[in-house]
Nanobody, 113 residues
Framework: QVQLMESGGGLVQTGGSLRLSCAAA????????MGWYRQAPGKQREFLGT???????NYADSVKGRFTISRDNAKNTVYLQMNSLQPEDTAVYYC???????WGQGTQVTVSS
């Protein structure tokens, strides 16, 4: 089992950047593909991208070129770098350990216009 905790959310202006972190506790972090998702009010949870244990990434078309996922296995942490943020990026952002089926509690990102 992997326990996850996101951090780094907050309020940012349109065009700004944020980097979210997801710290993992548990011995299985390194074997997990890690994903990032978000959920805006009144909408379904949306897939953003994944990073495999070896560092291979995959992104949703909606964020490709603006968002970057990376991981530091030595720190048991996965990151989501978000650039050129827009008001429609406002949501609660979650990380997900796919093989362990674990979710974090989420962190709020609000982009002001």
């Amino acid at each position: 089992q992997v326990q996850l905790m996101e951090s780094g959310g907050g309020l940012v202006q349109t065009g700004g950047s944020l980097r979210l972190s997801c710290a993992a506790a548990g011995s299985n972090f390194r074997i997990n593909t890690m994903g990032w998702y978000r959920q805006a009010p009144g909408k379904q949870r949306e897939f953003l991208g994944t990073v495999t244990a070896s560092g291979r990434t995959n992104y949703a078309d909606s964020v490709k070129g603006r968002f970057t996922i990376s991981r530091d296995n030595a720190k048991n942490t996965v990151y989501l770098q978000m650039n050129s943020l827009q008001p429609e990026d406002t949501a609660v952002y979650y990380c997900h350990a796919i093989e362990s089926r674990s979710w974090g509690q989420g962190t709020q990102v609000t982009v002001s216009s």
